[in-house]
């Protein structure tokens, strides 16, 4: 079968259904994908060796989104906190932190306490803000290395997303057109 015979037969399957079936089709070729990304950044977070001595699964904090048809056809995976406790995972002692968003991006160094002293900034000659920089008493932080597990997951994943997606598309066009 050549490209335009094929085209031809998408375009006619097309044809038959209506613009809610279209949408469903490309929204459940979406979901497929998405999902499939979703498992495989999981898998990159329980590789990493995060939380793993914590009783609570660290890599439930991934989450994929399908946008709704009014915004266009996509989707994501993520790690930023969003809605329903999206990102969100509970410690030991039952407080809610964004631990995967820290892990993915990394965090500074920081120290808690009172504000000690502080180092004036002069701005350049034409912008002449001031701006105070901070350094604190107390104990540090500490800092959280990056993983950058979802940007791992992308450079492995990408190729031939198109391609799957396309796939998918095609089986649920003709599914629907069968029925």
Do not use: W
Not at 56 to 85: D, M, N, Q
Not at 121 to 146: I, L, P, V
């Amino acid at each position: 079968m050549t490209s335009d015979e094929f085209r031809t037969d998408i375009l006619s399957l097309l044809a038959r259904l209506s613009p809610r079936e279209q949408r469903k089709a490309l929204a459940g070729a979406m979901r497929r994908e998405a999902n499939r990304l979703k498992k495989a950044a999981q898998a990159a977070v329980k590789r990493s060796g995060l939380g793993q001595k914590n009783p609570t699964r660290v890599e439930r904090g991934v989450y994929s989104r399908v946008y709704p048809a009014r915004y266009g056809a996509g989707f994501l995976v993520s790690v930023k906190p969003h809605g329903a406790k999206k990102g969100i995972h509970r410690n030991r002692y039952g407080r809610e932190k964004p631990v995967l968003m820290f892990a993915e991006e990394g965090t500074v160094e920081r120290n808690v306490g009172r504000r000690q002293g502080h180092y004036t900034m002069q701005g350049g000659r034409f912008a002449s803000k001031k701006y105070r920089t901070y350094k604190r008493s107390g104990h540090s932080t500490g800092r959280m290395r990056a993983y950058h597990f979802l940007a791992q997951t992308e450079r492995t994943e990408a190729t031939g997303i198109e391609q799957r997606l396309f796939n998918e598309f095609e089986k649920n066009v003709s599914r629907a057109a069968d029925q």
